[in-house]
């Protein structure tokens, strides 16, 4: 198991790059992200919900209600592109620090 400490930094820039691939809801958002990371990443909605207004605050990504074919409502996210900026400066981001983590982590 990963430390969530650790996670929370990520999960910002894997949210994002998950609503970008499809609209999606939170539930969906959590098991895909579990499916994708082949169960490493199992968030609980209590840290996704934060993440998600804190996106949608700064227009990064907006929300709409969508009736399921068991006739509930779901609020379903989409990314903006303001949010597809946002997600290509994250993913720069972690690309320098990866980096920077191999050239440590190798000494």
Avoid: C
Avoid at 20 to 49: A, F, R, V, W
């Amino acid at each position: 198991m990963i430390d969530k400490e650790l996670l929370k930094g990520i999960m910002k820039i894997l949210v994002l790059k998950i609503i970008s691939l499809d609209d999606t809801y939170g539930y969906d958002l959590i098991k895909e992200l579990k499916n994708l990371s082949n169960g490493i990443i199992d968030i609980k909605e209590g840290t996704l919900y934060p993440i998600l207004h804190t996106f949608e605050a700064q227009k990064d990504i907006k929300s709409y209600w969508l009736e399921s074919d068991k006739g509930r409502k779901r609020k379903y996210y989409s990314i903006t592109d303001k949010g597809k900026k946002t997600l290509t400066e994250l993913t720069g981001q972690w690309d320098l620090l990866e980096e920077a983590m191999h050239r440590i982590l190798e000494v």
